[in-house]
Nanobody, 124 residues
Framework: QVQLVESGGGLVQAGGSLRLSCAAS????????VGWFRQAPGKEREFVGTIHWYTGTKYYADSVKGRVTISRDNAKNTVYLQMNSLKPEDTAVYYC?????????????????WGQGTQVTVSS
């Protein structure tokens, strides 16, 4: 059974940092891309960034480029989303997802597996 479990969310002041984790289990993800999405209250879920598990190639949304970094730890089967210089508009539920493709992977339909999400709240 494939599982993606996010953790690391919480409350942080504007300008602060958080590192989210996405622990993957249940299959080999070497040919997969793992993406991060977020959904703010009253808004549609939006793409944040993605990393290809084997090549390490990364793509980021323009809205977060320069403030976030995605990385992976193969030994721990975990993907990370490091977020810096956080803004109140970054407040959202953050989801990780895995899909069997290589590329920018900006669309939700490209992902087969989803985590349950973790809440990030940035106070002003």
């Amino acid at each position: 059974q494939v599982q993606l479990v996010e953790s690391g969310g919480g409350l942080v002041q504007a300008g602060g940092s958080l590192r989210l984790s996405c622990a993957a289990s249940g299959r080999t993800f070497s040919g997969y891309s793992v993406g991060w999405f977020r959904q703010a209250p009253g808004k549609e879920r939006e793409f944040v960034g993605t990393i290809h598990w084997y090549t390490g190639t990364k793509y980021y949304a323009d809205s977060v480029k320069g403030r976030v970094t995605i990385s992976r730890d193969n030994a721990k089967n975990t993907v990370y989303l490091q977020m810096n210089s956080l803004k109140p508009e970054d407040t959202a539920v953050y989801y990780c997802a895995a899909g069997p493709k290589y590329g920018t992977m900006r669309a939700e339909y490209e992902y087969d597996y989803w985590g349950q999400g973790t809440q990030v709240t940035v106070s002003s």
